[in-house]
């Protein structure tokens, strides 16, 4: 569990929190309130976000004007990873770096900053697994995942009406109920190709919905939280 004590910490803000069908601009400064409010008590915070909706668009329309191999679409998602991350790393521009994280190593390289952004950084998995990555480059231990689901469940909601909504679960079993492989596009809590990197790391990750920004808060501040604890 996550220390009391703890205060750098790593989010993996969904695309569908940045732009759900145009940019969010009232969930960004209410996001960027909070967030500050933390970070002038001498937290840190770094930010991968996600592509969301409009990777999902310009993957499905590679596909009805072309032939792209998996790498080309995962590429072109990281594209609209890093548009988003650098709408974000503006919003924070007092407190951020004046560039985004591009690839490994780079993290490391702001250490006085209280706000650190980054996009995608190689193919083969979705912005979570660049999550994982810069959580392990920065010895951190515990990840929040925002997006639009406020629950891992045990089956898609949206097509089975008896799914439930799990509050604790190991990776092993988390990665029962998910695809074993990852494909661009892939629509999961947190993807394959991370949840593995995760698991052997011990990682935690905390899956919640990112439009409750109170609930946020309370596990900012170390209480209990609504969402999934994903762990070993």
Known sequence: MMNENQKTFVISLGGSMIVPDEVNTQFLQDFKSLIVSFVEKGYRFFIITGG?????MYNNAAGDIGKPESHDLDWMGI??????AELVRILFKEYAPEKIV???GEATQFQTH?????GGWQAGGSSDQVTVLLAKEIGATYIINLSNISFV???????????QKITDISWRDYRNIIPSEWIPGLN???????????????MEVAIMNGNDL???RTFLDGGEFEGTLIHK
């Open 188 to 202: 999961t809590p947190f993807d394959p190709t991370a949840s593995r990197m995760a698991d052997e790391e011990g």
């Open 52 to 56: 969301g909706k409009i990777a999902r």
């Open 79 to 84: 594209q609209t990873t890093r548009v988003n």
């Open 214 to 216: 109170n609930n946020l």
């Open 102 to 104: 591009y690839g490994a």
């Open 114 to 118: 209280g706000v650190v952004v980054g």
């Open 153 to 163: 469940y045990n089956a898609d909601p949206k097509t089975h009406l008896e799914a």
